[in-house]
Structure formats: structure tokens, C-alpha cells
């Protein structure tokens, strides 16, 4: 008579295999769930990075003259060339190195009098984009050939800034006769502000 088997279990599989490929599983998981965060977390960034491009704001600052008529000879412009919205945090203007308060200063040292200007407020303003619509804001318009020449003839001597940032406060800082920005943490006020 053979006896049987059914008295006798089965061997059990060694223990270190069992807890292998439990942990291997586990391992596996973990790993996994690791790949799905970092490419979440990698989305976000890239989605943040789009907002942020969406409204992405570029002040220059340049000038137009025209010696040959009297009716705004010269105007010092602003425009943003961006797409998002400019918030203009502080306006800093100089003549020979020497800080100015207001353009009324400016004429003072320039020895213009007696003209017709206008003039436009920076500090503080926010400035649109200009997509498909004329937003050049004219710092200054000089109204005379003279002195709208005397103020062209001395351009290369100021200096002017503009800090402005985003709606994310992403902040630059444009400069007259600069090409490119300078991104910096925030916009300072300067020791004399341009009040224009």
C-alpha cells in the first residue's frame, strides 16, 4: 500500500522569495507613482510658464523728430510692445547726470521757454499692449522747431528708466538709448523720482 501525500503539506516557498517579489511590487509602485508626480509637477511648470509668456509685457522707449513742420517736432515715446499689460512702477530721468523731478526742470536746464508742450503721466499708469491698436503714450511732445531741435540735439544727454512689471510683479527695467531689458526682483524707488 502506497501511502499518501495528503498527510504532508507542501513545502512553503522560502521566505526571502516571498518578501522579494512583495517588495519588488512595492518598489515598482512607489516608483511609478514618483514618474506620475515629477511629470505633474513638470506640467505645471510648463503651464505656469505660459501664463506668465501670455502676458508678457516689453517697454521701449525711443523718439520721433521732425525738423521740417512745427506741430510736434519732437515726442519722447513709450510703447509696449508686449502682450500683457505694463504696470509702471517707478520712472527715473536724468540731464548730464544730474536727477530731474519734472520735465518743467528738464526745459529749466535746456533753456526752453516760452513753447508749446505736452506731456503724459508714466508713474504709476499701466500701459497696454500694442496689439492692433495705436497705445504709444508721448512722454513729451515739443510743439517748436527750436526747441523741439534743442531737445533733439541733446537726447544723448539722459538718461531715463523706466521699471515696470507684469501682472505675475515679474519686473523690468527699460532704458532710452539701451536696447533689451533687465529683469531685476522689484522696482525701486529711486533717491529722486520722475514725477513727468
Given at each position: 500500500?502506497?501511502?499518501s501525500?495528503s498527510?504532508?503539506?507542501t513545502p512553503?516557498?522560502?521566505a526571502?522569495?516571498r518578501?522579494?517579489?512583495t517588495?519588488?511590487?512595492?518598489?515598482?509602485?512607489l516608483?511609478v507613482s514618483l514618474l506620475a508626480?515629477?511629470i505633474?509637477a513638470?506640467?505645471t511648470?510648463?503651464m505656469?510658464d505660459q501664463?506668465?509668456?501670455?502676458?508678457w509685457p516689453?517697454?521701449?522707449?525711443?523718439?520721433?523728430?521732425?525738423?521740417?513742420?512745427?506741430?510736434?517736432?519732437?515726442?519722447?515715446?513709450?510703447?509696449?510692445?508686449?502682450?500683457g499689460p505694463a504696470?509702471v512702477?517707478?520712472?527715473?530721468?536724468?540731464?548730464?547726470?544730474?536727477?530731474?523731478?519734472?520735465?518743467?526742470d528738464?526745459?529749466?536746464?535746456l533753456?526752453?521757454?516760452?513753447?508749446?508742450?505736452?506731456?503724459s503721466?508714466l508713474?504709476g499708469?499701466?500701459i497696454?499692449?500694442?496689439?492692433?491698436?495705436?497705445?504709444?503714450i508721448?512722454a513729451i511732445?515739443?510743439?517748436?522747431?527750436?526747441a523741439?531741435?534743442?531737445?533733439y540735439d541733446?537726447?544723448?544727454?539722459?538718461?531715463?528708466?523706466?521699471?515696470y512689471?507684469?501682472?505675475?510683479?515679474?519686473?523690468?527695467?527699460?532704458?532710452?538709448?539701451r536696447?533689451g531689458?533687465?529683469?531685476v526682483a522689484?522696482?525701486?524707488?529711486p533717491?529722486?523720482?520722475?514725477?513727468?
Amino acid at each position: 500500500m502506497t501511502e499518501s501525500n495528503s498527510d504532508h503539506p507542501t513545502p512553503a516557498a522560502p521566505a526571502h522569495s516571498r518578501f522579494g517579489s512583495t517588495n519588488l511590487s512595492s518598489a515598482l509602485a512607489l516608483g511609478v507613482s514618483l514618474l506620475a508626480l515629477a511629470i505633474g509637477a513638470y506640467q505645471t511648470r510648463l503651464m505656469q510658464d505660459q501664463a506668465r509668456a501670455s502676458v508678457w509685457p516689453y517697454l521701449t522707449i525711443g523718439t520721433t523728430y521732425t525738423n521740417d513742420v512745427d506741430d510736434n517736432g519732437f515726442i519722447l515715446q513709450v510703447d509696449n510692445f508686449g502682450i500683457g499689460p505694463a504696470k509702471v512702477g517707478s520712472v527715473k530721468l536724468s540731464l548730464d547726470g544730474k536727477p530731474q523731478r519734472t520735465w518743467n526742470d528738464v526745459l529749466e536746464v535746456l533753456d526752453i521757454k516760452g513753447v508749446n508742450y505736452s506731456t503724459s503721466s508714466l508713474s504709476g499708469d499701466v500701459i497696454p499692449p500694442n496689439i492692433n491698436r495705436e497705445t504709444t503714450i508721448g512722454a513729451i511732445r515739443i510743439n517748436e522747431r527750436q526747441a523741439a531741435k534743442r531737445f533733439y540735439d541733446a537726447a544723448s544727454r539722459f538718461e531715463l528708466e523706466i521699471c515696470y512689471c507684469s501682472v505675475y510683479d515679474e519686473c523690468w527695467i527699460s532704458r532710452w538709448h539701451r536696447s533689451g531689458v533687465e529683469p531685476v526682483a522689484r522696482c525701486a524707488v529711486p533717491n529722486v523720482p520722475f514725477e513727468n
